[in-house]
């Protein structure tokens, strides 16, 4: 398939796509793939699943792909260059994060190369430090992030799992280009980020990314959303996302078309301020 064969379909959404980071519109949610191609070893038993998982999800508007070289020890990535084979690179946002046994100017550019190796791709829209590493010297991780940007091989940088302190260290040795995003924990059974971390990131334009935003799909089994979800005609995981939505760029997992296609239907309506509110103030929550 060539270039942009099919993209056709997924322009059907780009109406959608509201928002923006690094310059590139965004989809209002990604998709993970945290557990495609393997966990902490490659997996590759589901490989042709997981790839047509990911083109469902691209088909029907998505152009944001999470994706990390520790995922299936690299074979994430790879499932995600197969998937993404075929359409436009330039209107498709791909995330992908380097592990912190690797934060050393060394290990940051092999890590990359290894990461656009396996994507079979020219440069990462966004590079994020997966987790904050007490060992590494924060100075140097930031420099060689930032140097990544200079030689085009990130469009942008960012860091996962840090909170105010280490944001505002990563902050302070990436004056450069910036903190573009912080991917956090974030789902309607751990909201601890909106106590310090969402308002930190939002009063410095950080984009927050919310992983495990399903609680890795204990969401779905909420009665006290099940309520809100009937009077919206929707069900509980697409409340649950909408919900996230309103601060963050929620990044579910979804394996098949159906649990896609129902994601998908978490975008293009709004929660009344009531409803949002409710939610926000009372339980499941806190
Ligand atoms: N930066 C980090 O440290 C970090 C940590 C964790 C995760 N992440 C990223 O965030 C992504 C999402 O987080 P996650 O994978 O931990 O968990 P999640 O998205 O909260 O939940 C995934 C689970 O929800 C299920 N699901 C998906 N759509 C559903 C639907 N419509 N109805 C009911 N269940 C549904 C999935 O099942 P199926 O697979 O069968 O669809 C899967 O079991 C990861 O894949 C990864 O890319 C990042």
Sequence with gaps: MVAGERNGARMAWAGKMADKLLGKKISPMGIGTWGMGGWLIADRSNDKDD??????????????????????????????????????????????????????????????DGSLRRMNLKYVDLYLVHWPSPIADMKIVMRTMEDLVDNGTARGIGVSNFGVAALEGAMEESKRHGISANEIRYNLLDRSAERDTIPFCEKNRIK???????????????????????????????????????????IPKARGARHIKDIIGAAGWKLSAKDYNKIKNGEPGR
Excluded: C
Excluded at 75 to 100: C, D, M, N, Q
Excluded at 225 to 247: H, P
């Design 51 to 112: 790839t047509k998982s990911i083109r469902i999800a691209i088909d029907n508007g998505i152009n944001v792909i999470d994706t990390a070289e520790m995922y299936g020890r690299g074979h994430s990535e790879e499932i995600v260059g197969k998937a993404i084979e075929g359409y436009e690179r330039e209107e498709l946002f791909i995330v992908t994060k380097v592990w912190p046994t690797h934060l050393d100017r060394k290990g940051i550019l092999k890590a990359i």
């Design 208 to 250: 927050v990314i919310a992983y495990s935003p399903l609680a890795r799909g204990k969401v779905s089994g909420s009665d006290a959303l099940a309520e809100i979800a009937g009077r919206y005609k929707k069900d509980v995981v697409q409340v649950s996302l909408n919900y996230l939505m309103k601060r963050s760029l929620p």
